[in-house]
């Protein structure tokens, strides 16, 4: 089946410091990408949707010059959380989606990345 | 723009027994998807079960299956003979069928605790 990859599955930065997460697709190209954030016990919340070679759309409320995101590949997007600050910390994941002709575009996740910023 | 909601925030049941979770959604559109989507502890959001809006027949997938009523814009997933590893946050979820319709909407979710 499909794979999506996440690196790191955890990280730890420092109020002010930049960090950046990666997602992969193992096993399929993948031309849209998702980023999801979501809180504890919560439901997960679109961040932007980024689509290979292209600029990411961005959800409403969402800042893009805080959470920058590059889909340069079929294979890879990352997003970058600059000047992270403490209300940042929370769980991101990221989806891909298969790409090609068809109708069911099936969105794949990865495993997620818990981000603590002290 | 379509809303899913899932009114249980939480719901336990008996080890081998069974379950429903409960989902409404709203959308104008008459051809779409819906999905649920379980997350276990470790967080991965597995895939579950999906309906096709153009299909009348329910999904089923081995102890999972749908009740789909598109005119009640209902949408329930019923877990059959329940089993520890069925505990989980499971989450609702929609997507338009237009080839613009990239995105996931998802409901609240509904934890759902399995008892010994």
């Known amino acids: 089946g499909a794979v999506v990859s996440q690196h790191p599955s955890r990280v730890i930065c420092k109020s002010g410091t930049s960090v950046k997460i990666e997602c992969r697709s193992l096993?399929?190209?993948?031309?849209?990408m998702f980023w999801y954030r979501q809180f504890p016990k919560k439901s997960l919340m679109l961040m932007a949707t980024s689509n290979e070679g292209s600029k990411a759309t961005y959800e409403q409320g969402v800042e893009k010059d805080k959470f920058l995101i590059n889909h340069a590949s079929l294979t890879l997007s990352t997003l970058t959380v600059t000047s992270a600050h403490p209300e940042d910390s929370s769980f991101y994941i990221c989806?891909?989606?298969?790409?090609?002709?068809?109708?069911?575009?099936?969105?794949?996740f990865g495993p997620g990345t818990r981000l603590t910023v002290t | 723009a379509q809303t899913v909601t899932q009114s249980q925030p939480e719901m336990s049941v008996q080890e081998a027994e069974t379950v429903t979770l409960s989902c409404t959604y709203d959308?104008?559109?008459?051809?779409?998807?819906l999905f649920w989507y379980k997350q276990p502890p470790s967080r991965q959001m597995i895939l579950v079960i999906r309906?096709?809006?153009?299909?009348?027949q329910n999904a089923t997938e081995n102890r999972f299956s749908v009740n789909f009523q598109k005119a009640a814009k209902s949408f329930s997933l019923k877990i059959s003979d329940s089993q520890l590893g069925d505990a989980a946050m499971y989450f609702c979820a929609y997507r338009s069928a237009l080839l613009s319709g990239n995105k996931l909407v998802f409901g609240a979710g509904t934890i759902l605790r399995v008892k010994s």
């Open positions: 959308t104008s559109e008459s051809d779409y998807y």
């Open positions: 989806s891909a989606r298969l790409g090609g002709t068809g109708h069911s575009y099936e969105q794949y």
């Open positions: 309906q096709e809006a153009y299909k009348q």
């Open positions: 096993d399929f190209q993948a031309t849209t």
